[in-house]
């Protein structure tokens, strides 16, 4: 595609983009961790119409021992994503295509506003022949952290995936002039047709067009240096009208330091894990570091890497609808099995409440109750904004004497509410320890604010 008609493209987004934010129907919510984003919705997109055959794709041979492989840093965490499936997808992937060492460095932290503590280090990709960029760090305004990031970017070649093209909205510009186009909000989840629109780049050579599973499609607010690849289409009826959305789904940026390749997508496990999908992000990386026509470089990586998990403690706030004199909320989550909150009488409904200070995913949690030969009656409730709740789990009717451990999935809360409802010789209820379980089922490290 000549330089004209990829500028003739971006006019055409750019016009398309404004025509419909000013409609309000290119996308209707911003919450990308809500659960309004697919109310109405029903995927209207015809397959058939813009499939071509797909082809199969053959995964790299070994590489020779002479080459040095690039050494690349894979940076991930934050809201909404299941990251400890995610980068270690994206880091055999990678590695089983190229020949690329893929490290990683992640965090369990899913709030917004990311707590990313490898940036603090100006030094952080000392050593790194590339940077893969994946956190989700909407709300993150740390002017040290961006200085620090964009300064490795004058020389070393970054790729962006997904929910990094969202990252640091709360600043300037400056980051997404660093990956040439800026987002602000995506679509429903319906499936993404993607079509190539440079085919003879040397990132989509011999790709062909394909339509993922249901993805989220972000939107192009304004496109500064980015060079369009492929564009995404989404067709569906929101409570029965047809709406049509398009965006650049994938790009190249060589206007802002080194060279960089950008995808939207990825936002679904499944998606990631899609071997068309695993390729493009593969070639993106090889074209950014300049090796993307050296046979050598298309050999499988064979050896070791690194997986750091950045450390990270979950920070609440305890309260309780009455509370014994010594026996404060606080104590537990303290870690003493020894201490204990109790309620000051045994009326009954009585409600023990956590505040979790940042955004937080849990499957599960035991309660340590006082007494462990008696059995608890209770419920648990999750909020977001400790106003409208939701029943996680019910455990109304337990005769189950003991710590339990109860499964449940609670995404994207910043409340939980343990509601007392009966004990076996109505004693005032009162509890030891609470531990939670993340997403992934790891106990999660508490301090009490």
């Known amino acids: 595609m000549s330089q004209f008609k990829i500028t003739q493209l971006i006019r055409q987004m750019t016009l398309f983009v404004l025509l419909n934010l000013s409609s309000q129907t290119l996308f209707a919510y911003q919450d990308c961790c809500g659960s309004r984003i697919n109310d109405g919705v029903v995927n209207t997109l015809d397959e058939e119409e813009f499939l071509k055959k797909d082809k199969q794709e053959n995964l790299a041979s070994p590489a020779p021992e002479e080459t040095r492989p690039l050494k690349a840093l894979l940076i991930a965490g934050g809201c909404c994503h299941d990251y400890a499936a995610q980068t270690k997808i994206l880091s055999k992937g990678i590695q089983e295509r190229a020949n690329i060492r893929v490290d990683v460095a992640w965090t369990r932290d899913q709030d917004h506003d990311t707590e990313l503590p490898i940036f603090k280090n100006p030094d952080w990709a000392k050593g790194y022949d590339l940077i893969i960029h994946d956190e989700c760090a909407a709300m993150t305004k740390d002017e040290e952290i961006l200085k620090n990031i964009l300064k490795v970017h004058e020389t070393v070649p ?182 204990r909150w109790c309620a000051n009488s045994a009326t009954k409904p009585s409600w023990f409440q956590i505040q979790f200070l940042r955004m937080t995913s849990l499957s599960g949690m035991e309660i340590d109750w006082e007494i462990k030969n008696q059995w608890t009656q209770y419920t648990i409730e999750t909020s977001r904004d400790g106003k409208k709740w939701n029943q996680v789990f019910d455990a109304s009717k337990n005769t189950q004497a003991g710590t339990r451990r109860d499964k449940f999935k609670a995404q994207y809360m910043r409340y939980m509410r343990i509601n007392v409802l009966g004990q076996e010789n109505n004693m005032w209820p009162s509890i030891r320890e609470i531990r939670f379980y993340d997403y992934t089922g790891t106990q999660l490290t508490l301090e009490n604010k």
């Open 158 to 339: 970054a790729v962006h995936l997904h929910c990094a093209i969202h990252s640091f909205r709360a600043g300037d510009n400056q980051w997404h002039e660093h990956i040439g186009l800026s987002s602000t909000k995506h679509g429903p989840h319906v499936p993404i047709a993607v079509e190539l629109v440079e085919p003879k780049h040397p990132i989509v050579a011999n790709m062909d067009n394909w339509i993922t599973d249901k993805e989220e499609l972000y939107n192009n607010a304004e496109i500064y240096g980015a060079t369009p690849l492929a564009m995404g289409t989404q067709k569906y009826k929101r409570n029965g009208k047809d709406i049509t959305d398009k965006a650049i789904v994938a790009w190249v940026n060589t206007k802002h330091g080194a060279p960089s390749f950008s995808t939207s997508m990825g936002h679904f496990t499944h998606n990631v894990e899609d071997p068309r999908y695993l390729k493009l992000v593969t070639r993106g990386s090889l074209w950014a570091c300049g090796k993307l026509d050296e046979p050598a470089y298309h050999q499988a990586y064979e050896g070791t890497n690194t997986v750091i998990e950045m450390p990270f403690t979950t920070f609440l706030r305890t309260s309780a609808q009455s509370t014994q004199d010594n026996n404060k909320p606080a104590l537990a989550i303290d870690g003493n099995p020894e201490t």
